[in-house]
């Protein structure tokens, strides 16, 4: 019976088993960054981003107010104040007078420290140190305590990396530096491809099965391998690095594909409805623009998806054919590596600047997901 057309596959459920261990290997990081780009650096350092709804435990060592603060009260000498020194809504959930022993005392326990006094610690940092004798030195007694704050969520690291202009360092020239980049880089392959494709599937013309062989062997070309060259041809023809340097590569590195996807999806549309429009007077522009490209949507938009993909985390071709020195067109990727460099310990703007990169190929991907499947499969099956 398990031979029986249509009965499912008994690894069904190794399918579904790797189908969650993917998403989940890509939803994982994505909300740690989300969720750590709203993170001080405080409460990063202290707890992972998993546990930011929970209080945040550290510990740290204080001290208490200087001898010179003491005052006599009933014949005692009294020092007293709160540990924190400032506004805070942080509490304290242990503490004690040793570093080998933080948690020996309880908020609101005391603890005999001999001839040094009496110190009392609450909750909130409150301290109260009395002494039967005048207290002398210059610093106060050190007390190890353990804090835990609150959650604590912020919008200042967005502030920081979009709208301070002040902010070299910031996400905002660099995110309209890529936007500039990819939107051309995506559109022009896309047109060229379009047209190229519809010849290769539909037009008669000496030499076609020679140019299908040359883009299906493009394709297995290595990126890296013409980098150089293409570099010392744009310098040699005038156009240097620049937008239209990096436009021109990204269309030349992209073409391949967009041509063999497209041109595999234009072969399966229906031919009575091109040969009836031919019927009818139309030319191969008209049948193109009015009957291909329309029916074609689902292949246009998966290459779409894939060369924004592509074009916006690139950081190897924005190297060779767009940096300079001025940093005027600086990409996203370039920034967040110079942020690894400057702000390597800042895991708060690093967050924030990851996020803010992978924002806008969310939305395409999540916009136009429903046609990639689609345009992956055009032309697999008859």
């Known amino acids: 019976m398990s031979s029986i057309a249509g009965t499912k596959s008994g690894l069904t459920w190794a399918v579904h088993i790797s189908v969650v261990l993917l998403v989940a290997l890509w ?13 001080t650096a405080d409460q990063i350092t202290s707890s992972g981003w998993w546990a930011a709804m929970l209080p945040a435990e550290r510990n740290e060592s204080l001290r208490t107010g200087a001898p010179d603060s ?19 809504d942080a ?43 005048e207290f002398s030195g210059r610093r106060g007694e050190r007390v190890f305590v353990t804090i835990q704050t609150p959650p604590e969520f912020t919008l200042q690291n967005y502030k920081n990396m979009l ?13 309209f530096n890529t936007l500039t980049v990819v939107i051309p880089a995506t559109i022009i392959p896309i047109v060229i491809a379009a047209f190229a494709a519809y010849a290769l599937a539909w037009m008669r013309f000496p030499g076609r099965a020679l140019l299908i062989a040359a883009v299906v062997g493009l394709l297995v070309v290595p990126l890296q391998l013409a980098l150089i060259p293409l570099l010392k041809l744009h310098l040699a023809v005038g156009i240097g690095k620049g937008y239209l340097g990096v436009w021109l590569a990204h269309t030349g590195f992209g073409l391949p594909l967009a041509i063999y996807l497209l041109r595999n999806y234009m072969v399966g549309l229906p031919r009575d409805i091109i040969e009836n429009a031919k019927v009818d007077g139309a030319t191969d522009f ?27 985390n690139d950081l190897l071709v924005a190297m060779v054919f767009l940096i300079d020195a001025t940093g005027e067109t600086t ?3 370039k920034q967040i590596v110079e942020l690894l460099g400057t702000r390597g310990g800042n895991w708060e703007i690093l967050a924030t600047a990851a996020f803010i990169s992978i924002v806008v190929p969310l939305a395409v991907f999540f916009a136009l997901q429903r046609y990639l499947v689609r345009g992956l499969l055009a032309g697999s099956v008859k």
Do not use: C, H
């Open 91 to 133: 509490t304290i959930s242990s503490w004690g007078t040793s570093m080998r022993d933080i948690g020996a005392y309880a908020p609101g326990d005391t603890a005999d420290m001999g001839e040094d006094g009496r110190l009392t610690v609450q909750e909130n940092g409150d301290y109260r140190l009395v002494n039967s004798q």
């Open 163 to 175: 709208l301070d202009p002040s902010n070299r360092e910031g996400m905002t020239k660099a995110f």
């Open 286 to 312: 008209q049948i193109f623009t009015k009957i291909i490209l329309p029916l074609s949507f689902p292949a246009l938009a998966s290459f779409a998806i894939f060369q924004f993909l592509w074009t916006w």
């Open 70 to 88: 003491q005052v006599q009260q009933d014949g005692q000498w009294l020092i007293q104040g709160n540990l924190f020194e400032g506004a805070t």
């Open 331 to 333: 990409v996203m990727t």
């Open 27 to 39: 939803l994982f990081p994505t909300l740690g960054l989300f969720v750590s780009s709203f993170r």
